[in-house]
């Protein structure tokens, strides 16, 4: 059974920096795409950004690019959220997402067979 487990979120100043990890295993990887999303308080989730891990090509989001960068480590079935520049509305539950889809719209909820249970981003002005 496939499971996330998502890692590094917490209590930062605006303009700080934090690294979220999401931990998969129980299953193949290889053939999958990997995203993290991010749903604030009264908001709709949001797509962050995305990651294939076969090869490596990635989205990101329109209100995170230039801040935020998505990788992976494929030795460690680990992929990461780096979050630069942070700001007081990028606060939010940040949660990790896997799909084996292929085709479609890998920035929409419906795309990802499995989620982690998040792990909450609090941004101080």
């Known amino acids: 059974q496939v499971q996330l487990i998502e890692s590094g979120g917490g209590l930062v100043q605006a303009g700080g920096s934090l690294r979220l990890s999401c931990v998969a295993s129980?299953?193949?990887?290889?053939?999958?795409?990997m995203a993290w999303f991010r749903q604030g308080a009264g908001k709709e989730r949001e797509f962050v950004g995305v990651?294939?891990?076969?090869?490596?090509?990635?989205l990101h989001g329109d209100s995170v690019k230039g801040r935020f960068t998505i990788s992976r480590d494929s030795a460690k079935n680990t992929v990461y959220l780096q979050m630069n520049n942070l700001k007081p509305e990028d606060t939010a539950v940040y949660y990790c997402?896997?799909?084996?889809?292929?085709?479609?719209?890998?920035?929409?909820?419906?795309?990802?067979?499995?989620w982690g249970q998040g792990t909450q981003v609090t941004v101080s002005s």
């Open positions: 997402a896997a799909s084996f889809r292929r085709g479609g719209s890998f920035n929409t909820e419906s795309m990802y067979n499995y």
């Open positions: 990651i294939w891990w076969n090869g490596g090509s990635t």
């Open positions: 129980g299953g193949t990887f290889s053939s999958y795409a």
